[in-house]
């Protein structure tokens, strides 16, 4: 009986996909367990301050706080910009996810972005274990991404790969088990956000904060203009400093973009160029395939294939895909083995 316990103790092993925007977890056997923002509200008494809020709560507090409350994103282009809070946020998705156990100190998986420092992942490392792991793996994040896709990673044939999440834009062409070329682009979703703060302001002298950009992104975002679809948005005249609506169309939201879109085409095609002739042949009819959460963006894909001459495909489940070949990674450690790190 005591051993079953603790068979059961040591067996709650996760994966996580620590992101910039949203963490998600995946516990051994269980799938994906929690999707969650990455932010933090923090109350500050004095000297003292205290956890809050974390997670779906903490995010409804940004930009709304009052002066001794803030609403902090401890991740920056997929990496700790604050130590102390991303352990808090860490400990907290532990505690939810193991809310029957206590104790539980598990194994962790986390994913990586592949530009990311030996000193930004042992800091990811070191969170991690000062939030309760017993040990802690580090994946790089596209070929997370890749096996969550179904990839054939493992084979002689290439795969090519782009993630495109919060903070950083992942683009990687692997073959036989290992990555051929890759870059990290700091480049992506949060970038998208602000392009479209500047594009409100310049335009149309209006000021508006990041939860409505990304709800603009969401709404009428896109890569290619296609409809007359109109989006109405408030934010403040930046003139008067008075409340103000207006009427944005998705061409807008389109010239908006463009310079961010341009980037990852430049990298990408930078990816292509790098890439050793037999494995450019099998991306003629592979072609590449896109995960994150700015694979959602309308028609990305539409101008990915028409730039590079490469069909291009969106995963299923893009904003779980990291997460999802995480918890694979994790599951088949023996399979996996030569993929993950320790620091």
């Known amino acids: 009986m005591w051993f079953k316990k603790m068979k059961s103790f040591w067996s709650q092993d996760m994966a996580i996909d620590l992101g910039t925007a949203n963490t998600l977890v ?8 929690l999707n969650e923002p990455s932010v933090v509200a923090i109350i500050t008494e004095g000297a ?11 995010k409804t507090m940004l930009g709304r706080t009052p002066g001794n409350i803030q609403a902090i994103r401890p991740l920056k282009d997929g990496v700790i910009a604050d130590f102390i809070v991303t352990e808090e946020m860490i400990k907290h998705f532990i505690k939810k996810v193991h809310s029957k156990n206590t104790f539980a100190n598990p194994r962790i998986l986390i994913c990586v972005p592949t530009g990311s420092t030996p000193v930004e992942r042992k800091a990811i490392q070191d969170s991690a274990l000062a ?68 594009y409100m302001r310049k335009k149309f002298n209006l000021l ?44 807008d939201a389109c010239e908006a973009l463009t310079p961010i879109l341009n980037q990852m085409l430049g990298a990408i095609k930078e990816a292509l160029e790098n890439t050793p002739p037999e494995l450019s042949a099998d991306l003629v009819d592979m072609g590449l395939v896109l995960t994150g959460g ?19 495909t969106i995963a299923d489940s ?23 790190s320790e620091y």
């Open 26 to 33: 995946v516990l051994k056997g269980k799938g994906v367990v």
């Open 48 to 58: 003292k301050k205290t956890v809050l809020a974390v997670g779906d709560e903490a």
């Open 131 to 198: 939030a309760g792991a017993r040990r802690v793996q580090l994946i790089e994040e596209p070929i997370a991404a890749a096996i969550g896709a179904g990839l054939p990673i493992s084979e002689a044939t290439g795969s090519m790969i782009v993630d495109i999440g919060g903070g950083t834009t992942e683009i990687a062409i692997m073959s036989l088990g290992g990555v051929v070329y890759s870059k990290s682009l700091r480049v992506a979703g949060d970038a998208m956000d602000t392009a479209i703060i500047n």
């Open 208 to 251: 508006i904060g990041e939860s409505t950009a990304e709800k603009i992104k969401k709404e009428i975002g896109t890569a290619l203009p296609t409809s007359n679809n109109v989006f109405l948005m408030k934010g403040r005249d930046i003139r008067t400093g008075t409340p103000k609506e207006i009427s944005l169309s998705e061409e």
């Open 294 to 312: 700015g694979a959602l963006l309308k028609n990305i894909d539409k101008l990915i294939s028409k730039d590079t001459g490469l069909p291009v």
């Open 318 to 340: 893009p904003l779980e895909c990291v997460a999802i070949g995480t918890g694979k990674a994790l599951e088949n450690e023996e399979l996996f083995s030569t993929m993950l």
